[in-house]
């Protein structure tokens, strides 16, 4: 008796996790060939969470978003979505998800609306007319509904296929980079609508700008090489990393080597960018005397230099930067 009340507890346990999860990756693989793309990727997304899924190009990404959908066949291991198994349920799985791929596929020889009365009709909907209407509203294209897609900016194109991920109502959205190549006010806007429709919906999207990722999301998952490497909320990444160091450094000289400070006592890790260096040291290691003797030593003269908070780009480049790289 005790034994069947333990099972039906563990069982019990089980409906109620998997009640909460709208997404479960388990073991997730894909491979090509010798290469592995995706390596035993797990993670699970809550019902009505913004997940970030971010990693460096080539990590891995975009194959796992198209396992997600259903358009690419895992290699081992495999994902639930909304319960539905992406290996026998494929077509059950698609009617779950809005997808919105990084090279946005539109026909753009369509009229807007025209190509939105298509796609609700690859998905059936009912009472198409009042759906549109509703999507256009949701992703502002009242005043571009009547102009062919191959004529529409690039902001414009991202929402009409956004559009078409949403009409069928789906109770999970997949954007991969849906932000690319937006001037600022177009980032703006598309941050609002998913911002919006992550109150209703799940969402798990990728993206390249980590302030986004800090303003937009939950929890983000971090993957490398194909796997896993981080799987935080962006509150506790930030305690993660509240024990380093930054330092950020700013020369008179142009194009100063980051080859001088290599060999710093405790220096974790040296970035480059738009002339200011960045340098991060693990714990309470105080390196700005190291960083100033070295200076001196090599006649350059420091215009500026701050001690700082590790930003989201920091947390990125520590958890995907590759040991030779240091």
């Not at 019990?12 to 990727?41: E, H, P, R, Y």
């Not at 005043?143 to 789906?170: F, M, N, W």
């Not at 999207?205 to 896993?228: K, P, T, W, Y």
């Not at 008179?252 to 480059?272: M, R």
């Amino acid at each position: 008796m005790a034994f069947l009340e333990t099972g039906q507890r563990n069982f019990s346990n089980i409906i109620l996790k998997n009640s909460l999860m709208s997404v479960i990756v388990q073991g997730l693989t894909k491979k090509f060939g010798n290469q592995t793309a995706v390596d035993n990727l797990s993670f699970e997304v809550k019902h009505g969470e913004i997940l970030g899924f971010l990693g460096p190009n080539g990590a891995g990404k975009t194959t796992t978003m198209k396992m997600l959908c259903c358009y690419a066949e895992p290699t081992e291991g495999t994902a639930q979505v909304e319960g539905f198994d992406i290996r026998t349920s494929a077509l059950q799985v698609r009617k779950q998800i809005g997808y919105l791929p990084e090279h946005n596929p539109l026909y753009e020889e369509m009229y807007v609306k025209e190509f939105l009365q298509f796609v609700a009709s690859i998905y059936k909907i009912d009472n198409k007319t009042a759906r549109i209407s509703e999507v256009v509203e949701m992703t502002g294209l009242g005043k571009e509904q009547k102009k062919i897609i191959g004529t529409l900016s690039k902001g414009y194109r991202q929402r009409v296929g956004l559009a078409q991920a949403i009409i069928h109502d789906p109770k999970v959205l997949i954007l991969d980079e849906p932000t690319s190549g937006l001037d600022m006010n177009q980032l703006t806007d598309i941050r609002n609508l998913i911002r919006e429709l992550g109150k209703e919906k799940t969402v798990i999207f990728s993206s390249h700008i980590m302030q986004e990722v800090q303003a937009l999301c939950d929890r983000v998952v971090i993957i490398n090489n194909g796997q896993l490497v981080a799987d935080e909320s962006i509150e506790k990444l930030g305690r993660i990393m509240a024990g380093d160091m930054v330092v950020k450094v700013e020369f008179a000289e142009k194009n100063v080597s980051p080859l001088l400070f290599q060999n710093i006592a405790g220096l974790d890790d040296l970035v480059q960018e738009n002339g200011v260096f960045t340098f991060t040291s693990h714990g309470a290691v105080d390196i700005r005397q190291s960083i100033f003797r070295t200076a001196v030593t090599n006649n350059l003269t420091i215009v500026e230099m701050k001690k700082d908070k590790a930003s989201m780009e920091d947390i990125f480049r520590k958890l995907t930067i590759k040991e030779s790289d240091v």
